[in-house]
């Protein structure tokens, strides 16, 4: 695989070599790409939490236990009054 890299990464890649945190810059590349795959993991698993508390979401709205748009607002500002006594 060939990589067309811009200026402007070459010479960061450089710069981690050159400071001595990497021996290569091949081994930069590889800290990048696992760097980048740990972050798609994260991604993907909040994705999957996201979707599961969608779906409890979904399963009360069709059992009835809904609140309305002013209830919940209500009790988030409540919420945060109470916090922002606590911190002062």
């Known amino acids: 695989m060939n990589l067309s890299l811009t200026p402007e990464i070459e010479q960061f890649i450089q710069s981690q070599v050159e400071s001595g945190k ?44 809904i609140v309305d748009s002013e209830t919940v607002f209500r009790l988030l500002q409540q919420k945060l009054k109470q916090r922002w006594e606590q911190a002062s």
């Open 22 to 65: 990497y021996s290569s810059s091949e081994e930069v590349i590889m800290v990048a790409i696992k760097l980048l795959k740990a972050q798609e993991n994260i991604y993907k698993g909040r994705f999957e939490e996201l979707q599961r508390e969608i779906m409890i979401g979904v399963a009360a709205s069709d059992r009835g236990e």
